[in-house]
DNA sequence: GTTATATGAACGAGCGCTCAGTCAGAGTAA
DNA sequence: TTACTCTGACTGAGCGCTCGTTCATATAAC
């Protein structure tokens, strides 16, 4: 009878709007997704306004919500569009990197530096996740998990064909997290680390690292 | 003259109060931290209130605020308490196991351990120490490379004694941080490993991967 | 009576979100 | 070209409400 007790918000998927200029919408959700970055970086999701970010964006409160369903969503858009990008980001060092030698080093190299360049953002999305609903906070981390399984793909080939030491797929999944982790890692002890070593000193030594494991 | 642009908030440590009695401040502080952590883990600090807070020790909001300068202020000793615990825990660990044989395999097993039985706090304060205000934000973060250092100290001492092989300074503190972080990694990717990994085998396998790096 | 502790109504700033209204310009007809 | 209509993007005052914080008052202890 009644299909869930708790149905609330739409998605912005689905918003009732006078708007009718598909591109238009596009490109304002675009223009929302980037003030709002900058904005929550710098303090936080929930000390920032709707007010500020359609302002930031250079229209009312008004306009904003006929892009967008609820603040709410503007943070879900924001980690997705966070996520793809990352995403797209550690796919092209993929393919760029198999074709040189040394293929791991490689890839953790160019990861490395994806994440020292997205570090504000990988941040965001360590803090802010949890302020989602449930429902959309799963699809975030399903695509952080998508992300590590792109180094699951490489190193499960690198050690079939030989490179790398022969793994079971459990070792394989689990060096997958730590790759992608030691990356966060950069970013969320940032304060710290970038005092006292440079990315590449970080990079060289964490890469001696997953070498003696999986080499 | 004017000692700091940014002086806008007290501590708890000088509320202006009434209450006299050193005992009783400190047995309601820590009731306020306890109802306070499980309701920041719940919900988190944001979405929970001082009413609930209050409510939830038994007492009024105009008591709490007998004790606690505000509402961030309880933020800050959560944090504090939560670092102070997993302190001890570890220092524990520590002194129990240079005893045995095999040391730097049973500290991460019980360094694990540990961040099996807390990851809910640990997952907590990764979310919420951006929510402080910027001084005891950093202090926050002290504690945290306080807790590295405990694993610094062993490392160093474990290498200079040839128990491990020898390591220049700096891959020892890296490797207090990855150990550190892979201990939180279990708390912020439970939601999957939980599923396909048991704590114990998590535990055994990534003590191989670091074995392979130190022993 | 005096001092220590507890109460909770009241305050008021600030928030997310709505909706009646504005207006530039595209369309249309003469 | 002119006059009129219609559309849809945009506006912002304001509603309803929540929440952190305060303080006049009540109660308890001695």
Redesign the interface.
Known sequence: MNPSPEIKKNRTDDIPTQVKNPELVDRRRRQIIDAAVKLFIDK?F?KTTTRQIASRVGFSIGSLYEYVASKEDILYLVCDSIHSQVEHLVADVMTRAVAGRNVLSEIIREYFLVCDRMSDVILLI??ET??LPPQWQKRV?ENE?RITGLFVEVLAKLSASGELSRLDD??I???A??IS??GH?WT??R??FSR??TID??IE??TD?VL??LG
């Open positions: 936080g929930h360590y803090q949890r302020s981390l998990l459990r070792d999944e689990l060096a997290h730590n982790v030691l890692m969320f002890r304060w710290f006292h070593y000193e970080y030594r964490q690292f003696k494991i």
